[in-house]
Antibody
Framework: EVQLVETGGGLVRPGSSLKLSCATS????????MNWVRQAPGKGLEWVAL??????????NYAESVKGRFTISRDDSKSRVYLQMNTLRDQDTATYYC?????????WGQGVMVTVSS | DIQMTQSPASLSASLGETVTIECRTS??????LPWYQQKPGKSPHFLIY???SLHTGVPSRFSGSGSGTQYSLKINSLQSEDVASYFC?????????FGGGTKLELK
């Protein structure tokens, strides 16, 4: 059974940093592209970042809204994907979902809430 | 970025009714479109890929169609468990973008 479990959310001040983690199981993580997708309260979905697999040299892509502030990474030995979020803004407040997929997202984690507020 | 315009934003329908949700894209995405269902308080659930291919385990009352810049999700014989929000997405080009969502309620 495919499982994705996010941790690391919380309440932080604007300008601070936070690192999300996603533990995975039930599939071959090392050859799977992984993503983060977020959803602001009561709003729609926004793709945030992608990290490709080793065969694609772990290439990363980012939404313009987070480029230069967020970094996606992975540890294939632990089957985990991470999202380092720096210089957080009020508008980064959202539920962050870990998802897998090269184009569409066939499995999603339960999500982790990040609240940026002074 | 490819813009995704989903309609209607909300929809009220009766049990057993057929409903259709539309998704229009700002350019041709060559069927690179999935649909997701999100029930209140839950994470999104994958339904359809490549515009018209049903994901494993998804009930056959769900179907997708379309091409070019116009796509649709149809739900036949609406069930109570179909009450949810529905989102389209495009994966033709980065950044991947989503439609604004359609909230489906029972009448």
């Amino acid at each position: 059974e495919v499982q994705l479990v996010e941790t690391g959310g919380g309440l932080v001040r604007p300008g601070s940093s936070l690192k999300l983690s996603c533990a995975t199981s039930g599939f071959t993580f090392s050859n799977t592209w992984m993503n983060w997708v977020r959803q602001a309260p009561g709003k729609g979905l926004e793709w945030v970042a992608l990290i490709k697999d080793k065969y694609s040299n772990y290439e990363a892509n980012y939404a313009e809204s987070v480029k230069g502030r967020f970094t996606i990474s992975r540890d294939d030995s632990k089957s985990r994907v991470y999202l380092q979020m720096n210089t957080l803004r009020d508008q980064d407040t959202a539920t962050y979902y870990c998802t897998r997929g090269e184009d569409y997202f066939d499995y999603w984690g339960q999500g982790v809430m990040v609240t940026v507020s002074s | 970025d490819i813009q995704m315009t989903q309609s209607p934003a909300s929809l009220s329908a009766s049990l057993g009714e057929t409903v259709t949700i539309e998704c229009r894209t700002s350019e041709d995405i060559y069927n690179g479109l999935p649909w997701y269902q999100q029930k209140p308080g839950k994470s999104p659930h994958f339904l359809i890929y490549n515009a018209n291919s049903l994901h494993t385990g998804v009930p056959s009352r769900f179907s997708g169609s379309g091409s070019g810049t116009q796509y649709s999700l149809k739900i036949n014989s609406l069930q109570s468990e179909d009450v949810a929000s529905y989102f389209c997405q495009q994966y033709y080009d980065y950044p991947w973008t989503f439609g604004g969502g359609t909230k489906l309620e029972l009448k």
